[in-house]
């Protein structure tokens, strides 16, 4: 099971945030943060950074930093674990199977997705596996 060390999650602070921001409002099963304290944790930080209260609906629960400051981060940052250190939570713990890709790629991108397939043949579905290369293309342009 994928772990996080609170303290020293190895990742810069916006990495951190936006990481356990997403762990808290994904709908996951086996996690070791109660419901109550995700919900608290991405509402805390949702209102450092807007003035209006955070969106109900569980797809609009992203946060988005690009607005902020660096000091808006130390703070999420900062909240995020103390909140956590609250709960005597030092380590995050969850478990969640690989989803499959819900997007497939825009036409802006295939023409680099096709480059980088012929470059990294091998991992030519993790980028988007229900893309296929035209044929032809053996060599790039």
């Given at each position: 099971m994928p772990t996080l060390d609170?303290?020293?999650?190895?990742?810069?602070?916006?990495?951190?945030?936006?990481?356990v921001s997403a762990l808290c409002t994904a709908d996951l099963t086996t996690i070791n943060v109660p419901k109550d304290l995700r919900q608290m944790i991405f509402d805390r930080c949702w209102a450092l950074i807007h003035t209006e209260?955070?969106?109900?609906?569980?797809?609009?629960?992203?946060?988005?930093?690009r607005g902020g400051t660096e000091l808006t981060l130390d703070a999420c940052a900062s909240t995020i674990r103390s909140l956590l250190h609250e709960a005597n939570i030092t380590?995050?713990?969850w478990d969640h199977p690989v989803s499959a890709p819900r997007m497939s790629s825009t036409p802006e991108a295939l023409p680099l997705i096709d480059r980088l397939e012929q470059l990294y043949p091998?991992?030519?579905?993790?980028?988007?596996?229900?893309?296929?290369?035209?044929?032809?293309?053996?060599?790039?342009?």
């Open positions: 609170v303290n020293n999650p190895g990742m810069p602070d916006l990495q951190f945030v936006l990481f209260p955070p969106p109900t609906n569980q797809k609009e629960r992203v946060l988005d930093l380590t995050l713990v091998d991992s030519s579905n993790v980028v988007d596996p229900s893309h296929k290369p035209p044929s032809g293309s053996d060599s790039l342009p």
